[in-house]
Nanobody, 126 residues
Framework: QVQLVESGGGLVQAGGSLRLSCVASGRTFSSYAMGWFRQAPGKEREFVGGISRGGTKTDYADSVKGRFTISRDNAKNAVYLQMNSQKPEDTAVYYC???????????????????WGQGTQVTVSS
């Protein structure tokens, strides 16, 4: 079992920045590809970004490419989402997710992820 705990959400003005963190329990964090997803009110959950278990491969949704950066520190069992130049449409609950994975693998499919955090709210005011 892996437990994921997100933090770092909050209220930010448009154009501002936030950094989300997700810390995992367990000693096998480096075996998991990690993803960030978000869900806005009345909308389906959507992929934001993902990173392979070794951190060498990343993938981003077009809506955040160039503004958001995902990274990880396997020594700290943590994955991060740096969000810059934020827009009101980034407002959502953000979730991290873990998938037991082979090397160099990243997926956008939420159905492939094995574990999910409880989410953290990000609100971007205009």
């Amino acid at each position: 079992q892996v437990q994921l705990v997100e933090s770092g959400g909050g209220l930010v003005q448009a154009g501002g920045s936030l950094r989300l963190s997700c810390v995992a329990s367990g000693r096998t964090f480096s075996s998991y590809a990690m993803g960030w997803f978000r869900q806005a009110p009345g909308k389906e959950r959507e992929f934001v970004g993902g990173i392979s278990r070794g951190g060498t491969k990343t993938d981003y949704a077009d809506s955040v490419k160039g503004r958001f950066t995902i990274s990880r520190d396997n020594a700290k069992n943590a994955v991060y989402l740096q969000m810059n130049s934020q827009k009101p449409e980034d407002t959502a609950v953000y979730y991290c997710a873990a998938k037991n994975s082979v090397a160099y693998y990243v997926t956008r499919r939420d159905s492939e992820y094995d574990y999910w955090g409880q989410g953290t709210q990000v609100t971007v005011s205009s």
